[in-house]
């Protein structure tokens, strides 16, 4: 049984995905069995032959040179860009936490370092009806997932980044630290606001990534120290 880090963004698009990607480059090109797991993904792309693409799910397959199919690599997709709960309410295809237990599961036995990326930001509704109320929280919670935090480097990161982790400390759920994304090296603003978070939070930023890097600027026994049993 392999360890596992769950990621969680400040929000949708900040770039979770894409630091993902490096992360799991980093473990791999270390030679560790870094692997990749997500829940729920919307916004699938149909491939012309009615199948959804997993966008997350190949672009970190593509980039870390993940053996699997992705669509192994996640366990709904669905095609329209809303919140997972509501691309199930209009699929009539709820999330079920005994099927998300179970892949994930298995994704833990195929991989030493597993990484499992959330959907949205961390209060996002993965399943919203009259049988069960969800959200991305419960998720990580019941899975007992400690979390990295994607943070944007630019304005409004303190406030974002900040209320993140001070709502999984609320719930319980051990936060590991913050990358932040789209770096601009040598911004005075940026480098104040990782400064910020880590004063106010006592949350380390242990790495920034800027637009189009292909590696992420750490240790990978310090990266993969942050994972789990
Ligand atoms: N550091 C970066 N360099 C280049 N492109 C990036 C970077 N971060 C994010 N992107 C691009 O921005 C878009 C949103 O990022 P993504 O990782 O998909 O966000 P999320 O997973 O949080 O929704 C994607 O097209 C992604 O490739
Ligand atoms: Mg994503």
Redesign the pocket.
């Known amino acids: 049984m392999g360890k596992a880090l769950f990621i969680t963004?400040t929000?949708?698009?900040?770039?979770?995905?894409?630091?993902?990607?490096l992360i799991v480059k980093k473990l791999r090109d270390a030679g560790l069995n870094g692997g990749y797991y997500k829940a729920a993904l919307s916004g699938a792309e149909p491939d012309g032959e009615g199948h959804l693409c997993p966008?997350?799910a190949q672009?970190v397959k593509d980039m870390a040179g993940l053996p699997e199919p992705a669509e192994k690599l996640v366990s709904y997709i669905y095609k329209e860009a809303v919140s997972p709960h509501l691309a199930a309410q209009w699929n009539e295809r709820p999330v079920e936490m005994s099927r998300i237990q179970a892949d994930f599961r298995q994704a833990r036995e195929k991989y030493a370092y597993l990484t499992m990326?959330g959907s949205?930001g961390i209060i996002c509704p993965l399943r919203w009806d009259a049988e069960k109320h969800l959200i991305l929280d419960d998720m990580v919670k019941e899975l007992q997932l400690p979390v990295l935090i994607?943070a944007d480097a630019g304005l409004g990161t303190i406030n974002s980044a900040v209320l993140t982790i001070e709502h999984l400390r609320h719930r319980q759920i051990p936060v590991k630290g913050v990358i932040f994304?789209?770096y601009h090296a040598g911004d005075r603003m940026e480098t104040d606001n990782a400064r910020m978070i880590e004063e106010i939070t006592g949350v380390p930023v242990i790495a920034k990534?800027?637009?189009?890097?292909r590696e992420l600027a750490i240790d990978a026994e310090e990266l993969a120290a942050l994972y789990e049993d």
Do not use: Q
Request: zero cysteines; charged letters at 25%; aromatic letters at 8%.
């Open positions: 963004g929000g949708t698009d900040i770039g979770k995905t894409y630091v993902t990607g966008g997350d672009f990326e949205g994607i994304n789209n990534v800027s637009k189009g890097d």
